[in-house]
Nanobody, 123 residues
Framework: QLQAFGGGLVQPGGSLKLSCAAS????????IAWFRQAPGKEREWVSC???????NYTESAKGRITISRDNAKNTVYLQMNSLKPEDAAVYYC???????????????????WGQGTQVTVSS
């Protein structure tokens, strides 16, 4: 029900904007989170935006990554700037209920997942 797209190959220091769109799910009612998973590593939470627009970021994302939503387009975005090689991963979007801050990074809290989009950061 969710589709993540917009990944690609970018040089270190470059930017990418990922999108998370839904076909049958109305994203207005959900918190939307982005996670990423690099080869050989566990899935890692990156950012979340609540249904009301409140945002949270993992420490490594602060200042470089911005999450936003356009309810009219039923889409959530992840603008990533100053990309580093360690940002390379498959990025997934997920939808779930609004959560208390301590629960936001838990993948188990989200009910719907997109298929992932590959981000490669390399010169």
């Amino acid at each position: 029900q969710l589709q993540a797209f917009g990944g690609g190959l970018v040089q270190p220091g470059g930017s990418l904007k990922l999108s998370c769109a839904a076909s049958t799910l109305v994203l207005d009612y959900y918190a939307i989170a982005w996670f990423r998973q690099a080869p050989g590593k566990e899935r890692e939470w990156v950012s979340c935006i609540s249904s009301g627009g409140s945002t949270n970021y993992t420490e490594s994302a602060k200042g470089r990554i911005t999450i936003s939503r356009d309810n009219a387009k039923n889409t959530v975005y992840l603008q990533m700037n100053s990309l580093k090689p360690e940002d390379a991963a498959v990025y997934y979007c997920a939808a779930g209920p609004n959560l208390i801050t301590s629960s936001i990074p838990s993948a188990l809290r989200y009910d719907y997942w997109g298929q992932g989009t590959q981000v490669t950061v390399s010169s």
